[in-house]
């Protein structure tokens, strides 16, 4: 049974890099530093990534991920 508490790895993702200010390409998170953040194994982070860049929420610069306008404007809805 799942914990309906839980959320996505790919919302839990955009949620981190919202709070860690990764919000432009000089702030940007490298996946080695994401996956200490967010306790998920370089497999769940890789899918979480591949999908949060399908979808427009974050963008990736020189290997690294930070979340764009679109990304911002999802993890505020949560709080509104």
């Known amino acids: 049974m799942h914990n309906i508490y839980e959320i996505a ?35 769940e982070l890789c899918f979480a990534i591949r999908e949060l860049l399908a979808q427009g929420y974050i963008c990736e610069c020189e290997g690294a991920y930070y979340l764009n306008s679109l990304g911002i404007s999802v993890v505020r809805s949560i709080y509104t």
Request: aromatic fraction near 0%; include cysteine; charged fraction near 25%.
């Open 9 to 43: 790895p790919s919302m839990r993702v955009l949620i981190i890099l919202h709070n860690i200010s990764a919000i432009n390409a000089k702030s940007a998170k490298r996946i080695d530093e994401l996956r200490k953040i967010c306790c998920l194994n370089e497999n």
